[in-house]
């Protein structure tokens, strides 16, 4: 079946630094990718999509590039601020085998420092 | 416009008991999903409504476990005879359901259940 597989966290990093976080999958048909992020003590939120292959998502500073090839979603930021602290989440979406459930990664926390 | 509600938002009951929970979708969204966010299983779909229709219950854990939904709005997530493993945030979502799936699924703050 369909799945997502996200770097393991916590990923500590100082202000300003650029991040990274990897994303694979696996999926049959032609899936939405997502990425969610939940900051501390609040609900889901989108930050980004792409829909189709080659396609990237961008929002405050972060992007992503759907990449059929390598079949990944890699979260990027230039440079990060300590309000950017919160746990991400990769998500595939509408595969041929699912109904559009949402098939979420682990989720990786990101903690930045001052 | 107004979000995804969802009530109540916390929920202690002890072990056993039947708990309701509520999820109120963005107006006009076709499509309304049931998840659940515990610490050892991450974020676990468990059922999803195409209008009052639930061609997915694929990842309801139990029988003890129903939802229902009312004129392709409100949906009522029911748990029967609790247990302790059943602690966990319940989060609803819901999109327009107009792109086979891949649409933009909007979250609502969740209900944070415990089972004493």
């Known amino acids: 079946g369909d799945s997502v597989t996200q770097m393991e966290g916590p990923v500590t990093l100082s202000e300003e630094a650029f991040l990274t976080i990897n994303c694979t999958y696996t999926?049959?048909?032609?899936?939405?990718l997502f990425w969610y992020v939940q900051y501390p003590g609040e609900g889901l939120q989108l930050l980004l999509k792409a829909t189709k292959a080659d396609d990237k998502g961008s929002n405050k500073g972060f992007e992503a590039t759907y990449r059929k090839e390598t079949t990944s979603f890699h979260l990027e930021k230039g440079s990060v601020q300590v309000s950017d602290s919160a746990v991400y989440f990769c998500?595939?979406?509408?595969?041929?085998?699912?109904?559009?459930?949402?098939?979420f990664g682990q989720g990786t926390t990101l903690q930045v420092k001052p | 416009g107004a979000g995804v509600s969802q009530s109540p938002s916390n929920k202690v009951t002890e072990k056993g008991k039947d708990v309701e929970l509520r999820c109120d979708p963005i107006s006009g969204h076709t499509a309304l999903y049931w998840y659940r966010q515990s610490l050892g299983q991450g974020l676990e779909f468990l059922i999803y409504?195409?209008?009052?229709?639930?061609?997915?219950k694929s990842g309801l854990p139990s029988d003890r476990f129903s939802a229902e939904r009312t004129g392709g709005s409100v949906s009522t997530l029911t748990i029967q005879r609790t247990q302790q493993e059943d602690s966990a945030v319940y989060l609803c979502a819901s999109s327009l359901d107009l792109a086979g799936g891949r649409d933009t699924q909007y979250f609502g703050p969740g209900t944070r259940l415990t089972v004493l």
């Open positions: 998500a595939l979406g509408g595969g041929r085998s699912n109904t559009g459930k949402l098939i």
């Open positions: 999926a049959t048909g032609y899936p939405s």
């Open positions: 409504f195409q209008g009052n229709s639930a061609p997915d």
